[in-house]
């Protein structure tokens, strides 16, 4: 199955670069191109991609409300969408996993690891190092987490106990492997649980499960 990817970049040589390397891999295929964020808004509604490329820094609308249009909260079908920025800001980071994206990269990252990360992401996988994962989404947890949730509204209700107790290794920033070594199961299993948990929550990807975990409180920055 051939990946559909849609490339967001305001500067041309840049854009032109990307579609270039991203042409070439067999499994990949650049539908379209925006040069702005309204542009990107409508090709990503025409074109329906599976990943889009999304520079924070887009003309008329900035890449991050580009992605909350086009991936954020209760949007159908939405594709999955990797930032890439030249600026290496938290508040960058933590907006953009906010808006609905599902991984971040810097522009001066190698054009291999821009490649792996777009495939990393269409496989519901985290981008982020589980370190940074929570490093990052613990330090904001307090904007993204109400100061109480009502337990008849609470999404966690969905998950069985050790699906949750999975959730709670996710958000603690443990890899699969980790979370296999920690709860005595097989990586697997620990797969299998990890897309139940992705299922049942309604989320594109572990990103987000984790964000959701810290909203709820059943993990604090600290823990």
């Known amino acids: 199955m051939t990946l559909r990817l849609l490339i967001c970049e305001d500067q041309e040589l840049v854009r032109t670069g990307y579609v270039t390397v991203f042409d070439a891999q067999p499994d990949i295929t650049v539908v379209g191109e925006a040069a702005d964020g309204p542009a990107a808004v409508d090709a990503a509604a025409r ?44 508040e960058y980071v933590y907006a953009a996993l906010r808006a609905g994206a599902s991984g971040f990269l810097l522009k001066d990252a190698p054009l291999a690891e821009l ?44 998950l069985a106990r ?32 990890v897309s139940r948990i992705l299922a049942k929550l309604n989320v594109r990807d572990r990103v987000q499960a984790v964000v959701l975990a810290y909203r709820t409180g059943l993990v604090a920055p600290d823990t």
């Open 162 to 193: 050790r699906e949750r107790e999975v959730l709670a290794l996710m958000a603690r920033g443990l890899s699969n492997a980790e979370i296999a070594a920690e709860m005595v199961i097989s990586l697997e299993t620990v797969k299998t649980y």
């Open 115 to 158: 490649v792996n990360g777009v495939r990393t992401i269409m496989r519901g996988e985290s981008l982020l190092s589980p370190a940074v994962t929570r490093t990052l989404i613990g330090r904001y947890a307090d904007r993204i987490r109400p100061a109480a949730v009502a337990r008849a509204d609470d999404p966690l209700d969905a």
């Open 47 to 90: 074109l329906k991609p599976d990943v889009v490329v999304m520079d924070i820094h887009m003309p008329l609308l900035d890449g991050i409300e580009v992605t909350r249009r086009i991936a954020g909260p209760g949007v159908p079908d939405a594709p999955k969408v990797l930032v890439v920025t030249t600026f290496n800001v938290d």
